[in-house]
């Protein structure tokens, strides 16, 4: 009775053990057919390319993007139509404002190639770009215009006379003296500083050049070299285009080589580009020259 028993355990264990090892290919068929997206891993590593066929069954290759594989583009040259790659822009938030511009990156999440789409990748900022104007509507409610300084939009100003409305007024200058203030003494061979400034007013004054003189027997601009003065500064000086609310400075370092005791009034002479802005002069300050105290 035992030894049938234990033969019968022997057959069962050997009809196990041959069912495993003859029928493999049901787990194995399942292990190879379970798709990869079934595992979680990703598809693809960034930057990986690799070949694959278009819809027109044409070689192509694609790339690895976010961990997934873009579409399928065609090898050019192979007389195959291209498959059409659709720009597809992804952008950073708009960098800090810089000289009234700011700036962005966008890069193509399908990596076609082509930048036929590609949104703006800079753009104004601040309140308005200086020598900007637009259209406005007056206190009055009247249509006018604007013109923006320093970055900011200026007063709106009636853009039609006699329509019982206030006028644009015309662009103009303002001067100021700034040193000397009064009237000086020097003594000869001293070196003073003459300093001056003009200031723009409702519009574009234009580039504006300002000239020093002083008054002997005639009106005389200040040379490079002579008697009774002369500068080693630029005479005329040139200020850039100036906007409604810019102001510009200019100094001259003048040197007294003329006869003590005799007195000069100065002034400095602004005139503009435009012809349409009339000219300005500073007020006049007499420059008396002293014996040298040497």
């Known amino acids: 009775m035992n030894k049938f028993i234990l033969l019968v355990l022997v057959l069962v264990s050997l009809l196990v053990l041959s069912g495993c090892v003859l029928n493999p290919e049901p787990l194995g068929d399942a292990a190879a057919k379970k ?51 659709t720009e597809n822009w992804s952008c950073t938030f708009w960098g800090i404002c810089i000289n009234g511009v700011q700036t962005r990156i966008c890069v193509d999440d399908n990596n076609c190639g082509t930048t036929n789409n590609i949104p703006d990748t800079n753009q104004s900022c601040g309140e308005c770009i200086n020598g900007q104007t637009e259209n406005c509507t007056t206190s009055e409610s009247c249509p006018g215009i604007q013109t923006c300084a320093n ?32 009237d000086m003494n020097y003594p000869v061979w001293q070196i003073f500083s003459y300093t001056t400034n003009v200031t723009c007013h409702d519009g574009n004054c234009g580039e504006i050049n300002s000239t020093i003189y002083f008054v002997d027997a005639n009106q005389t601009m200040i040379p490079h070299s002579g008697t009774p003065f002369y500068t080693i500064n630029a005479n005329p000086q040139v200020c ?55």
């Open 35 to 85: 798709p990869i997206a079934e595992t979680g891993k990703p598809e693809c590593k960034a930057g990986q390319i690799q070949p694959c066929t278009t819809s027109d069954s044409c070689p192509g290759t694609q790339n690895c993007i976010n961990k997934k594989w873009g579409l399928c583009i065609d090898t050019a040259n192979d007389n195959c139509p291209a498959e059409e790659c």
């Open 240 to 294: 850039s285009e100036l906007h409604s609310g810019e102001t510009c400075t200019n100094t001259w370092q003048v040197i007294v080589t003329g006869t003590p005791y005799n007195t000069y009034p100065f002034f400095v002479e602004y005139n503009s580009f435009d012809a349409n802005i009339s000219s300005k002069t500073t007020p006049i300050i007499n420059i008396t020259i002293d014996s040298n105290s040497s």
């Open 151 to 182: 970055n900011l939009w200026g007063t709106c100003i009636d853009a039609f006379p006699n329509d019982n409305c206030p006028a644009i007024p015309e662009p103009y200058i303002t001067v100021s003296q700034i040193s000397p203030v009064t």
